[in-house]
């Protein structure tokens, strides 16, 4: 059987553009020979529609949209997601796949296992298949499979479930099994899902072709990475990552061998990807973002000029008196270099004003943070004016390590409608500056070799406040992504005062990361949709 893989990008709550974007994929697979074709989880609702399947006309409307794609699909079958209602007792819906062919739908199977960790909520909307069959599909018989039902225990955080939808399929004689995937991206996770599967195929002694989405929705993106693989554990076919495909893959070819990229090519393409995606599916056609000179806005630039074009990004650099002259000229070399228009607004004259307002009321007070942050606070106001005026999104610029630690200003740097590289440690941030550079100097040699600084007061050093980030990032990994307690970090050989400041620092910002805007989540655990914390507790870690 020559199966189609249709690696789509799926808007949202957008049935018709879906509907089209399948039907499109399809006529080109069954037009290359293609017996099958899948197409991924949840393809006509884009995934994770969230609470719009309370809506009272979302269901409806991706039912409309399902029986109009069934009355356009001919002989060849094809596998889609939907979502569908569920009666009785229990959640009112169903994470569902249709299988369509001759102008009807002739087969409906539901998801089975229904994940609730990390980014995952489904338990809140959906309800569980009760149990599997395989499905008939040009006389074999086939177990069609829903993302989380293909997952074991070897390869999830722990052990979640009791029952493998895989066994029980090849158990009632499935010869082939199929999975269509909405599965998110983070660093590593194109190789945990070869090895996944390449394990089961071999477990059940059975082939699976694999059916992922493509593209970003909000603080989601999504690889692609689609697979066929042989029931030796072995690949016939590889789709592309981060990009719509549609290719056909016969499983009596000869196995291949998958290449990954290095992590920091990963790790851009991805932000890339969430970039573009967010603008377009939000209505955003240009971006702006504030040029410090240093390397978070030098590498978000990079990101957004890839993701947008030169033409569709603006720099402004914002100097006071503490803004180097390096500083200045490293945001012009980079805005020259990616051809981005850069604008020079100081903001030196509004911050002496502000300060005069508070002359009397701060008077014997000596000046600390209150003066520094009024000036990211300025620039802030500064980028949302250009924001309101010409329709462009604010892209903050700060990494996950500042983030975590509360080394950022609310209302002033932290100011944006989309967070690049919030889910990006610094350490990991200067990895994607020297991958950029990789062919020639985009990013100024003196913005990656100098100390970092925000630069609001003389002579200024991240140093001076946190700890060496070689240090910091990884007990903010360990305490982060690992959740491992204070005493934990410590038995690894860190320092007992720099691990208890740290994680201490978590805690108390917790509430400036509840008002952060949406980051791009590429790591195990981010800020933000995976990670819910409360902001009013007395727990030590």
């Not at 069959?133 to 006389?139: F, K, L, S, T």
């Not at 932000?271 to 209505?283: I, Q, W």
């Not at 603006?314 to 981005?340: F, N, Q």
């Not at 100081?346 to 209150?370: K, Y």
Request: contains cysteine; hydrophobic residues 40%; proline residues 6%.
């Amino acid at each position: 059987m020559k199966i189609g893989f249709a690696q789509i990008n799926p808007t949202i709550g957008d049935m018709p553009a879906n509907r089209d974007k399948i039907l499109t994929a399809y006529r080109a697979l069954v037009a290359e020979g293609a017996d099958l074709v899948l197409a991924p989880e949840l393809a006509l609702t884009g995934y994770p529609p969230l609470d719009l399947l309370f809506e009272s006309e979302f269901i409806p409307r991706n039912l409309a949209a399902l029986a109009d794609l069934a009355a356009a699909i001919g002989e060849v079958p094809l596998v889609v997601g939907y979502a569908d209602f569920h009666e009785g007792t229990g959640n009112a819906f169903r994470n569902a796949a249709a299988v369509l062919e001759n102008g009807q739908v002739t087969a409906r199977v539901f998801k089975s296992l229904l994940p609730t960790y990390d980014v995952f909520d489904e338990a809140r909307y959906f309800e569980p298949a009760a149990d599997v069959e395989p499905v008939v599909i040009r006389g074999q018989k086939v177990g069609i499979t829903l993302c989380e039902d293909i997952w074991n225990e070897a390869h999830l955080p722990r052990a979640y479930y009791p029952h493998s939808p895989v066994g029980e399929l090849v158990s009632k004689g499935a010869t082939l099994i199929l999975n269509l995937s909405a599965s998110p991206f983070t660093l590593g996770k194109p190789q945990q899902r070869l090895s996944l599967i390449s394990s089961v195929a071999r477990q059940f002694d059975v082939p699976i072709a694999y059916c992922n989405c493509t593209g970003a929705n909000d603080q989601l993106v999504f690889d692609g990475n689609s697979l066929l693989m042989g029931a030796d554990g072995l690949p016939r076919l590889a789709l592309p990552a981060f990009c719509e495909s549609t290719q056909t893959g016969d499983l009596e070819s000869s196995p291949r061998e998958i290449i990954f990229p290095q992590a920091s090519e990963s790790l851009y393409e991805a932000l890339v990807l969430g970039v573009r995606d967010y603008l377009r599916k939000c209505g955003f056609k240009t971006a702006v973002l504030g040029l410090s000179g240093g390397i978070d806005s030098a590498v978000t630039a990079c990101i957004a000029a890839e993701a947008l074009g030169a033409k569709n990004v603006l720099g402004v650099t914002m100097p006071t008196r503490y803004s180097s002259c390096g500083s200045i000229e490293d945001s012009e070399k980079l805005a020259y270099s990616l051809g981005i228009q850069l604008l020079n607004i100081p903001i030196a004259r509004s911050f002496d004003v502000f300060q005069e307002q508070f002359t009397s009321i701060f008077a014997g007070l000596a000046p600390n943070e209150t003066e520094e942050n009024m000036q990211p606070r300025l620039r802030g106001m500064t980028l949302m004016a250009l924001s309101n005026k010409f329709g462009h999104l604010v892209l903050s610029t700060g990494n996950k390590s500042e983030l975590a630690v509360g080394y950022c200003t609310l209302y002033g740097d932290m100011c944006g409608g989309l967070a690049v590289i919030s889910d990006v440690p610094k350490i990991e941030i200067y990895a994607l500056a020297r991958w950029i550079n990789r062919n020639g100097e985009i990013i100024p040699q003196n913005t990656i070799d100098k100390p970092p600084s925000a630069e609001l007061k003389p002579n200024q050093r991240d140093q001076d406040t946190l700890p060496p980030y070689e240090i910091l990032d990884p007990i903010l990994r360990l305490h982060v992504e690992e959740q491992r307690s204070c005493e934990e970090i410590i038995a690894q050989g860190f320092d007992p005062e720099i691990v208890r400041w740290v994680l201490r620092r978590v805690r108390l910002n917790e509430y400036k990361r509840a008002q952060a805007a949406p980051g791009l989540k590429v790591t195990t655990r981010a800020f933000g949709l995976g990670r819910r914390m409360p902001i009013a507790h007395r727990y030590e870690a």
